[in-house]
């Protein structure tokens, strides 16, 4: 499963708002208001989950689950080092998402 806290700071990793997550994944940005305002695991029909998780790991999030290896051992979220984007992509997550709009 995936927590509103993880879709916060794979979004801030990937320096994207609401708009653009909503995009990447194909859901509504009220869906990614309602998932981002869950207190703790994230609600939501199994379709929307799917679509938001494979989103954040295409952009190249990696889903941590509670008890799996991590320094914190924790859940939480980190940027994978074996992403395949180019230099530029790395230093301006804009340039992979297109520009944020106003």
Do not use: H, W, Y
């Amino acid at each position: 499963m995936i927590t509103a806290m993880q879709v916060r700071a794979a979004r801030a990793l990937l320096n994207i708002d609401q708009r653009q997550l909503a995009a990447l994944s194909g859901l509504s940005v009220p869906t990614i208001q309602r998932m981002e305002a869950s207190e703790d695991m994230i609600r939501g029909n199994v379709d929307s989950l799917v679509r938001l998780t494979t989103a954040l790991k295409k952009a190249g999030i990696e889903l941590i689950s509670e008890g799996a290896a991590s320094q914190g051992g924790g859940c939480g979220v980190r940027l994978n080092a074996s992403r395949t984007d180019s230099d530029e992509s790395r230093r301006n997550p804009s340039t992979r998402f297109g520009p944020r709009a106003a």
